[in-house]
C-alpha cells in the first residue's frame, strides 16, 4: 500500500522558487566542475538525504538564443544510456532545459570528471512505463512531484553518440 503523497506546496510556482532554483542549479554546476563531481555529484535533497542520489552536468544549447546552458539532473544509468528525468520539482511546467533539448537533442553530459556526447530521446509512453518504476526507485520523489502537476511529466534517454 504506498503512502499518500504530501500536498503541493502552494508557492511552488512562485517567482522565488524559481530564481532560487535557477541559482541553487548554477552553484551546484560551479563546485561540481571545479571539484571534477567530487562535490555537487550526489543530490542529498528530499528523499535523497536518506538514499544519495547520482547527478550528471547537462551541456545544453538555448533554442532561441544559442547560448550554451548548464543543468544538474539526477540521472540512472541503463546499459550505455544515461537517464534522466524533466521533473522540475513537480512545477506545472516542463524545465527550459527539456524544451531545448526537443529543440537541438545533441547535447553533452558530465559525469564525474568524463564528458559525453549524447543525443536526448524523449522516452515513449511504453519505454516511460518501464523506466518510471526504476526512477521512483532511485528517487522516490519523482512520483510526489509527478502527483503535484498535471501534465505527464517527460523521461528522456540520453543516447551516446559517435
Not at 21 to 28: E, F, L, N, P
Not at 100 to 120: F, K, M, S, Y
Request: hydrophobic share 40%.
Amino acid at each position: 500500500m504506498s503512502a499518500t503523497p504530501p500536498p503541493r506546496p502552494r508557492q511552488l510556482d512562485s517567482p522565488l522558487v524559481d530564481k532560487l532554483m535557477r541559482y541553487g542549479s548554477r552553484a551546484q554546476a560551479w563546485v561540481f566542475r571545479r571539484t571534477g563531481g567530487r562535490i555537487g555529484a550526489k543530490w542529498r535533497v528530499g528523499a535523497g538525504l536518506r538514499k544519495p542520489v547520482p547527478t550528471l552536468l547537462l551541456e545544453h544549447k538555448g533554442r532561441k538564443s544559442g547560448k550554451v546552458f548548464t543543468a544538474p539532473l539526477l540521472y540512472l544509468e541503463d546499459g550505455a544510456d544515461v537517464i534522466v528525468v524533466a521533473s522540475q520539482g513537480g512545477r506545472r511546467d516542463n524545465p527550459q532545459w527539456y524544451r531545448n533539448l526537443v529543440a537541438d537533442p545533441d547535447v553533452e553530459i558530465q559525469i564525474g570528471r568524463e564528458h559525453r556526447a549524447v543525443r536526448a530521446v524523449v522516452a515513449d509512453a511504453a519505454q516511460r512505463e518501464c523506466l518510471w518504476p526504476r526512477l521512483v526507485e532511485l528517487y522516490a520523489d519523482f512520483d510526489t512531484y509527478q502527483s503535484w502537476t498535471e501534465r505527464e511529466i517527460p523521461v528522456i534517454v540520453l543516447k551516446p553518440r559517435g
